[in-house]
C-alpha cells in the first residue's frame, strides 16, 4: 500500500451557527485529503463559538488524538480550531506535536512551513482571533442593551429542574451531545417548544462535573 494512503487525518470544522457555512469547509477539506491522497479518519465538526475551550467534537478530537487514531489534523484556519487566546491554542498545538501528530491550516500553508518562527506566527494569528472575538462580542452587547431599552424581552426560557435532570441522566449514561440536543426538548410561557442548545448541555456538564467533584472530595 502507497504510504500516503496509510496516512489517516482527522478533519475539525467549527462554525457558530450556520450549518451551510460548515459543509463548505468540510467539502474543501475532504479535496484536500483527497489531493494529498491521504484517508479520512473521522470529520469533527461542532457548531459552537470558538471561544468555549470544552467542545463536544474539540474533546473527541483529542481524545482520538491520545488514543493514536490518526497522524494529521487538518482544520480550515487558526480561528476556526481556536479563539480562546495565544496561550490555550498554542498550549493545544503542542498537545498534538507532543503525541507526534502534525497539523495543518488550510487557508494558513504558511503555519506549517515556518519552522521556528511557527509559534511566534501562531501567536500573532491567535491573538488577533481573539481580539476580534471580543470586539464582535461589544457589538453584541451593545446591540442586545439597545433593544432592551426599548423592552424587548431576549432569550430562551430558563431551565426547569427537571430539564436539567434529564440532561444530567443522559450525560451521566454517556450520550453525545448531539443526541441530547435531538431528545431534549422544553416549553416557553406561550408553549412553544425549544430543542436545548449545545450551550446550555456544556453549562450544565460543567455544573455537574463540579457537583461530583465535590461529592467525592
Not at 25 to 43: A, D, G, M, P, V
Not at 54 to 65: G, K, N, T
Not at 87 to 109: A, F, M, R, V
Not at 160 to 179: C, F, M, P
Amino acid at each position: 500500500m502507497n504510504e500516503r494512503m496509510r496516512t489517516k487525518v482527522a478533519i475539525y470544522v467549527r462554525v457558530s451557527t450556520s450549518k451551510q457555512e460548515l459543509d463548505n469547509q468540510l467539502l474543501q477539506l475532504r479535496e484536500y485529503c483527497k489531493k494529498s491522497h491521504w484517508t479520512i479518519f473521522k470529520e469533527y465538526p461542532d457548531i459552537i463559538t470558538g471561544k468555549e475551550e470544552s467542545r463536544p467534537w474539540w474533546d473527541l478530537l483529542f481524545e482520538d488524538a491520545h488514543r493514536k487514531k490518526f497522524d494529521i489534523v487538518i482544520f480550515w484556519d487558526l480561528s476556526r480550531f481556536s479563539r480562546s487566546g495565544t496561550l490555550y491554542t498554542l498550549q493545544k498545538l503542542k498537545e498534538l506535536e507532543n503525541l507526534d501528530i502534525g497539523y495543518i491550516s488550510y487557508c494558513e500553508p504558511y503555519l506549517n512551513t515556518v519552522g521556528q518562527f511557527k509559534d511566534v506566527v501562531i501567536s500573532i494569528l491567535s491573538t488577533i482571533a481573539k481580539i476580534e472575538r471580543e470586539q464582535k462580542s461589544l457589538r453584541t452587547k451593545a446591540g442586545l442593551n439597545r433593544v432592551k431599552k426599548k423592552g424587548v424581552i431576549l432569550g430562551r426560557p430558563s431551565l426547569s429542574r427537571e430539564t436539567i435532570s434529564t440532561v444530567e441522566k443522559l450525560l451521566r449514561e454517556g450520550a453525545s451531545y448531539h443526541n441530547i440536543r435531538q431528545h431534549v426538548v422544553y416549553r416557553n410561557k406561550k408553549g412553544k417548544l425549544f430543542h436545548i442548545s449545545i450551550g446550555k448541555i456544556s453549562a450544565i456538564k460543567k455544573n455537574l462535573s463540579k457537583k461530583e467533584g465535590e461529592i467525592s472530595a
